[in-house]
């Protein structure tokens, strides 16, 4: 537990939630299950696979190909400030993805305060040593993998991203060809002055080796970085320093919030479905 004094700008600048008001964040996240129930409904998939042993968390596979012909995958963290939502309100692009020949793959973690946010992470990068490791038995290319994810599904996703932890797992450097954040946190030591340090529960020397934007580039990673015109000025600032510092494309949304923008994923002809579909032409 941290004594760190809660800076009551620092808290305006992350609440995401304030951004739209509780009425309207309650109908995104009925949204959210409601658009995933009919992506996967008569969706070809694997659902409830177990990834990681030591959690056992687990992983739904949408749209995949086969061993003959496996497909690219996009994998999907979810949001919620690492203490909120599943796999369940988290695949309503897996439809529009399949239609394009891209496996969707959505995995849960442990919640916090459930879990660190070092379990968390650990949890992610197993999903996708998951993917690497047993993908071609379900039919995933896993030379073709682009991660991504909305808000602190974004900042897992850039943990994904950055070097150093995939020999320790037996995955090559590699192993994710090209990042999709969006939203996302990326510099997660302000927020150990802000009310989600609650349930994150860090000081800032565990929260800078959570950092993506601490930990380093690697621009030879292709990738675009996702924002909504209506974000919170947090979110604004880290996503266009994230871009900046990882020589990403940076993409913002027009008309979209911090939690609507991921909604587009259900239709193709979207800003962001485009951009998601052309990161795999590139692969």
Known sequence: MTDAVVDA???????ARATV??????????RYRAESVAAVADLPGVPGVVYDVASGERLDVWGPGSAEAPRPVFVFVHGGYWRALSRA????GARMSAERGVATVVPDYTLAPGA????????????????????????????RVVVGGSSAGGHLAAMTMVDGWQ????????????????????DVRPLVRTRVNDWL???????AALSPLVLGARPRMPGVTVMAQHEAS????QSRAFAAHWGTELLVVPER???DVVLDLTDPDTAISRALLGLFDRL
């Open 9 to 15: 700008e620092l808290d305006v600048a992350f609440d």
């Open 21 to 30: 008001g509780p009425e309207r964040f309650a109908r995104l996240m009925e």
């Open 89 to 92: 309100d988290s695949a309503f």
């Open 116 to 143: 660190t946010l070092e379990e968390i992470t650990r949890q992610v990068r197993a999903a996708i040593a998951w993917v690497y490791h047993e993908g071609p038995r379900y039919g995933l290319d896993r030379s």
């Open 167 to 186: 020999a320790e797992v037996g995955l090559p450097e590699d192993v994710v060809a090209a990042g999709f954040p969006i939203s996302g946190l990326f």
């Open 201 to 207: 529960m860090f000081d800032e020397e565990r929260a």
């Open 234 to 237: 947090g979110f604004t600032e």
């Open 257 to 259: 919030n911090h939690f």
